[in-house]
Structures are given as structure tokens and as C-alpha cells.
């Protein structure tokens, strides 16, 4: 037994030695040399110690500080600027309305006086027989002067030459010139009603046709209000055409006229309320409100027109309602005038497009019609061709120089 033990601890002891003897040969095994350090490239070269040999200059042309890319130079680099603050459209300043009927009185009378012109004709004949007063008649039915008021001037004229006896062109340019200025009147009120005496703002309600120019024409009278030295706030309430209300804030924008506007399709008395509502709280002078171009072959839509006038009215009464028609649709735009009238109580007229082939004597018709004075007329496609109606300037564009 004793054996035993003695041979396993000799055992022991033998293992313990052979296993020191492989830990210390293993740390006495050199151990694998470092790789090689790389070239630091942006440390600066070492300085050059005393005794070094001086290193030989290297023959190589030397290059001028010009041709030295140095950091940051080469291709200029461009720097974007941060993109400009969207600049507000500039307000202008439009023309005065006074006067304006006479200087596009040329442009008038180029289109018009074809009606002058064939009158004086046909009354400058040697004998003036029932054929030549046919033709009168036709001239001036022809001109879209109407039936009654033709007939009354012509009825007039036969008196007045036959007590004349001989007829001059300018005793006949004369008597014709009178006689148109009757059937036009000079003593209807043709201005523009915004200043009423004991409140602000004025209010105007626009009305009239598709296709008649009554948005654009609403735009052109903020021009005309604003150069007169009113100041204007615009009421979109045509929300049926899509282009209408930014068509409307554009013409505002031009002369600095705040617009209100609603949603596409929304209620258009709701915004004319609305844009009353905020004329009183601004304080300006005049609002006018554009209304959806209605047919008036539509009740529904006529019904509608009505109730937008009654809505505005209960703020305070409308001082205008004007029915914008288009000269060159001849008497169909009585018939236009006359549906108008019978809704919302027309007090003014502007005629549009009464240059090109448009035929003058619709201003007498539609005033025999409705017995509603003609206002304003548009001359042109220019933002200041809209002008107050002046009977005198219009009959002489008429009979021509």
C-alpha cells in the first residue's frame, strides 16, 4: 500500500517538473518582430542634425506662385444664394376716369361713325323721298337703334328738314347731332353711386351674362374707383367659374384692392355678406361684388341672383347694381336687360366691346328699354379703357369729324 502511494506521488512530482519546463521554454520564445511603420506623409520633414551632409539640389524648373495650386484654388467654386423673398406685386397707379371718353374717342368714332356717316349721306340728297327716309330708317335699325326710338328720330328729322328748306353739311350735321343727343339724353344721371352721405362703405353689385367681360369688367371699375382716390374692397362671389375669383384678386392686386374670396362652388351670398362685412371693419370707400355670370334663361339661377342682393342688403342697401352687356349681341342683350331688371332692379348699364364691329345705337335702345342710363363703356382690351359714358363725346364719335 505504501508503495502504491510513493509511486503515485513520485508520479505527481515528475508531471509537476516536465510541466514548469514547457511554460519557461515557451517564455523564453522570442516573440514576432513589429511590422514595419509607414512613412507618416503629413508629418513635416525632420529637421537635418549637425554634421549631415547637405542634400544636393535637385535640377528641376521651379514654378511660379501663379502656377501653385494652392488649397481652396483651382476651378472657381459658385456659391448658390439663398433664392429671393417672393417680391409683392407692384401697386400702380391708373389714369384719371375724367376725361378718358374723349381720348379714346378715336377709337369710338373709327368703329361707330359708319352710322354718322350713312345718315349725313342719305340727308344730303337733292330730293329726299319716301325711298331715302326707307333708308334712313334701315341705317338706323340696321345700327341697332331700336324700333320706337328709330321712328321717333326719323318722324323728327322729316320735320325739321322740310322747314329748312335748303340743307348745308353743316346745318345737317348739326340737326342730326341734336336730334341723336335727345334719343342718347343729356339729362340722365350717369354717375357712378359709391359715396353715400351718411355711411360707409358704397356698395356695388355687379351683374350680367357669361361671356359679357363682367369679372374683368369689375376689375377695370376698381381701376377707375382707385384713380379717383377711393379706396376698394373686391368680393369674389362668382364661385361657379374656377378663374373668376383669382382672375378678380389679380386685378385687385394691380391696385392695391383687398379681395375676398370662398371655396370653389360655395355659396356667393355668403362671400358677398362676407366681403360687406369686411369693407365696414376696414373702412374703405366703395366694395363691389362680382356675381356669377347667370343666363338668364335659368329661374334657378336668376332666384339666386336675388337672394345674393338681399343677403348684402342686410348689411345696408346696395347703391348700384350695374348690368354689364356686351354691345355686339344687338337686341338680344335687351332681352338680357329686361330679365336683369325684373331681379335685382338694374340702376346702371356698362357696355363692353363697344369698339371693333360694334353697333352705337344699342346705347339708345337698351336706355328706351329700361329707361336705365348707360354708365360706363369699355373701349378696349386695356385695363384703362373702361370710361365713364359721356352723351356729348359718344354722339360726336357717332357723326365723325
Known amino acids: 500500500m505504501e508503495t502504491i502511494i510513493l509511486a503515485v ?14 511554460i519557461t521554454s515557451r517564455l523564453k520564445k522570442p516573440l514576432p518582430p513589429p511590422p514595419p511603420s509607414k512613412p507618416d506623409l503629413t508629418a513635416p520633414p525632420a529637421e537635418p542634425h549637425v554634421g549631415d551632409e547637405a542634400e544636393t539640389p535637385r535640377d528641376e ?3 511660379t506662385i501663379e502656377e501653385v495650386d494652392l488649397p481652396g ?11 429671393a423673398a417672393e417680391k409683392a406685386p407692384e401697386i400702380e397707379i391708373p389714369e384719371p376716369s375724367a376725361g378718358r371718353l374723349i381720348r379714346l374717342r378715336t377709337r369710338l368714332s373709327r368703329s361707330q361713325n359708319a352710322l354718322g356717316k350713312g345718315l349725313l349721306t342719305l340727308l344730303s340728297r337733292e330730293h329726299l323721298d319716301e325711298d331715302t327716309w326707307e333708308e334712313i330708317e334701315d341705317t338706323l335699325l ?18 325739321r328738314v322740310k322747314v329748312l328748306g335748303t340743307r348745308t353739311p353743316e346745318e345737317l350735321r348739326g340737326l342730326l347731332r341734336e336730334e341723336l343727343l335727345k334719343l342718347v339724353g343729356t339729362d340722365m344721371d350717369r354717375e357712378v353711386k359709391t359715396e353715400p352721405e351718411s355711411r360707409k362703405p358704397g356698395i356695388v353689385m ?17 381701376r377707375v374707383l382707385v384713380a379717383d382716390g377711393r379706396t376698394v374692397v373686391l368680393g369674389a362671389a362668382d364661385t361657379f367659374r374656377a378663374a373668376a375669383a383669382d382672375q378678380l384678386q389679380t386685378w385687385g392686386e394691380r391696385v ?4 375676398v374670396r370662398g371655396p370653389e362652388a360655395g355659396d356667393p351670398a355668403s362671400v358677398a355678406y362676407d366681403a360687406v362685412k369686411e369693407g365696414k371693419e376696414m373702412g374703405v370707400d366703395v366694395v363691389l361684388i362680382d356675381t356669377a355670370g ?37 337686341q338680344n342683350g335687351l332681352v338680357q336687360a329686361r330679365v336683369f331688371s325684373e331681379v335685382v332692379d338694374i340702376t346702371g348699364i356698362v357696355l363692353t366691346k363697344l369698339d371693333g364691329t360694334a353697333k352705337g345705337g344699342i346705347v339708345i335702345a337698351v336706355q328706351n328699354e329700361l329707361g336705365v342710363p348707360v354708365k360706363l363703356i369699355g373701349l378696349g382690351e386695356g385695363p384703362d379703357d373702361l370710361a365713364p359714358f359721356d352723351p356729348e363725346a359718344f354722339v360726336d364719335a357717332l357723326l365723325g369729324d
Open 73 to 83: 484654388g483651382g476651378a472657381p467654386t459658385t456659391v448658390e444664394e439663398p433664392p
Open 206 to 222: 355687379v351683374v350680367g351674362v357669361n361671356g359679357t367681360g363682367k369679372t374683368t369688367t369689375t376689375g377695370k371699375l376698381a
Open 256 to 259: 392695391g384692392a383687398y379681395t
Open 9 to 22: 506521488v513520485i508520479a505527481v512530482v515528475v508531471l509537476g517538473a516536465l510541466g514548469g519546463l514547457l
Open 142 to 159: 340696321t345700327a341697332d337703334v331700336g324700333v320706337q326710338p328709330t321712328q321717333e328720330l326719323v318722324e323728327r328729322l322729316r320735320e
Open 61 to 63: 524648373q521651379r514654378r
Open 294 to 330: 347667370r343666363l338668364h334663361t335659368k329661374t334657378g339661377l336668376m332666384d339666386e341672383l336675388g337672394k345674393v342682393k338681399r343677403v348684402v342688403e342686410k348689411h345696408a342697401p346696395l347703391d348700384e347694381v350695374l348690368l354689364v352687356l356686351d354691345a355686339t349681341t344687338g
